[in-house]
């Protein structure tokens, strides 16, 4: 008993003292201050979609690993870092710019870095590479930005309505794909954003994150579980879809709709995690040394601190005081900051647009309820519009007042291929003789085919006095005009004409340049400078 004693007082171990707990209490509410807009727009997220609902679960599960690291950080000299107080310096301009330009990516991440920086200010490079892997896993309660989720969802809804095609083949029915569009007869199915697989794939791809922390093997065993998380998730998911259309073959359209459609989606959930933890236990038979999944998957929790053990109580960093003297700093600049209201400029509506624009006159049409809940715009009008000489040419505008809080425009190059459309071939081309908002007129021309099928379409992005072909600089601006004129209104605009077989693609350019010379002038009163 008296070496047992002898060798616990021989341990020291840190603690923090009440006063250090309430500095860091005070540092987290002005974090909460600062970066509130982007945080409260985070949780909103997790509460309206499906794929970010676990969002409530990362902050818990970090808090827990870290808590898992007791043991190390009692015995690491906390003494601070300067690199955290540029990263997080860094990280409060990144939340400036953020909040001038109101657009929330940028003040969630900015959270992030801030947080990371004022962490490493406090406890030094020692405890933080410790905790490093539990503050990585921050990252999975951010939503993705729209415009990388709309070019994934796109991708995978392609990916996965292939793959449920092949399994209903497999059961031996005939059916026929169009893009995301499953035919099977007297059904059609429609592979929409919401089957894309992305609801399955973030929480997934979190829990394989968490999973391969627990994992006690050799890295390339954690990297390989985190990894397959993404064709499990592709994978199950056109098996759900296949079976869906199964479903429906035999028993009617309602087997894909309501409950079951859920009920479907959460036991195809559950059977991901499953593949998981076999694929955990194979890799422990194949890369193992002995071990049972059971010894190498277990979560360990700290032993109690002994009573009796040598505490020494830390002390407050003076990177840790500059840290929260420049947070200080910001909270008062925060408030001082003019709140600036985003700019919705005055327009007409579409539903005023005319129906005969020169020699062309126009039936109007209506996107479907399903379409509209995916582009989520403002407003819009798709029309066919027809001249003496009989050409037609189907004209479509998709207008959206703010793109801040994640809904912005659509690009055709990415929902092209949904439709069961193939481009041949992309290019930019300046409609001669044609201007809009200003500036000669160019657009992406796009030649693309399905079947025995060819079109021939226009298009480009408009407002705010700019028009542009290319997809990036469209994001690039958003955030400029945002940043610097308080908008982000914006349009797509797209003019399609068909094509036979042996029709002469410069046919579709002479109808398509002639609408394009006749509409241009009209936009600007829908799609303000």
């Known amino acids: 008993m008296n070496v047992e004693k002898e060798e616990s007082l021989s341990i020291s ?40 609902g676990y969002g409530y679960l990362i902050p818990v599960l970090t808090l827990f690993f870290i808590w898992q690291k007791k043991e190390q950080l009692e015995r690491i000299p906390f003494n601070g870092s300067w690199a955290g107080v540029l990263i997080m310096l860094l990280g409060v301009c990144l939340s400036i710019v953020g909040e001038l330009s109101a657009l929330y990516i940028i003040v969630q ?30 990252f999975f309660m951010i939503p993705l930005p729209a415009f990388i989720y709309q070019g994934l969802s796109a991708q995978l809804q392609l990916i996965s309505s292939e793959l449920g095609v092949a399994v209903i083949r497999l059961f031996g029915i005939s059916v026929y794909l169009e893009g995301n ?42 990297a390989t579980i985190f990894l397959s998380s993404i064709p499990i998730t592709i994978f199950m998911n056109s098996l759900r879809i296949g079976i869906i259309g199964i479903l429906v073959e035999n028993w ?16 195809i959930f559950m059977a991901c995690m499953a593949i998981l933890l076999l694929e955990m236990w194979l890799l422990t038979k194949i890369g193992g040394k002995g071990e049972t999944l059971q010894d190498l998957f277990a979560i360990d929790f700290p032993e109690p601190t002994p009573s009796d053990v040598d505490a020494r109580a830390r002390k407050m960093p ?33 539903a005023e647009f005319p129906m005969q624009v020169g020699d062309w006159k126009g039936v109007g049409a ?14 819009y009008i798709i029309a066919d519009y027809g001249n003496h000489s009989g050409d037609v040419v189907n004209f479509y505008v998709a207008y959206y007042a ?6 912005s425009v659509h690009s055709p190059r990415s929902c092209i291929p949904g439709g069961g459309w193939k481009i041949n071939e992309l290019s930019q081309h300046e409609v001669e003789g044609v201007s809009a908002s200003g500036v000669p007129l160019v657009i992406n021309r796009v ?83």
């Not at 209490?25 to 794929?51: P, T």
Request: charged share 20%; net charge neutral.
């Open 252 to 267: 009617g359209p309602s087997q894909a709709e309501g409950f079951l459609h859920y009920f479907e989606g959460w036991v």
């Open 318 to 350: 003076l990177t840790f005081i500059v840290s929260g003297l420049l947070l200080a700093m910001t909270v008062v600049g925060s408030a001082s900051l003019v709140k600036r209201e985003e700019i919705i400029p005055q327009r007409t509506s579409f």
């Open 447 to 529: 030649e693309i085919t399905k079947g025995d099928d060819r079109q021939i379409v226009y298009y480009w992005f408009q407002g705010r006095s700019r028009v542009i072909t290319n997809e990036y600089m469209v994001k690039w601006y958003l955030f400029w005009d945002s940043l610097t004129r308080s908008r982000t209104d914006g349009a797509l605009v797209r003019l399609t004409a068909n094509l036979s077989a042996k029709d002469d693609p410069a046919e579709a350019d002479r109808q398509l340049t002639s609408f394009a010379r006749d509409v241009s002038g009209l936009l600007s009163d829908y799609i303000p400078d």
């Open 13 to 52: 171990v840190w603690r923090l003292p009440l006063s250090l707990w309430a500095a860091i209490g005070v540092i987290g509410l002005m974090l909460v201050g600062i970066f509130y807009s982007g945080l409260d727009n985070m949780v909103g997220q997790w509460n309206k979609s499906d794929e970010y």
């Open 366 to 379: 209506q996107l479907e309820p399903i379409v509209l809940d995916t582009l989520k715009l403002d407003d």
């Open 402 to 407: 703010s793109q801040r809080k994640g809904a």
């Open 109 to 138: 991440y900015s959270f992030l870095i801030t947080l990371y920086g004022v962490i490493l200010s406090i406890i030094g490079w020692q405890a933080f590479k410790t905790i490093l892997v539990p503050l990585l896993l921050l």
């Open 181 to 222: 569009v499953i035919d099977l007869g007297n059904y059609k199915l429609q592979v929409v954003e919401a089957c894309s697989g992305l609801r399955y794939l973030f929480p997934l791809m979190s829990l394989a994150f968490v999973a391969a922390y627990i994992f006690k093997a050799p890295f390339w065993m954690r």
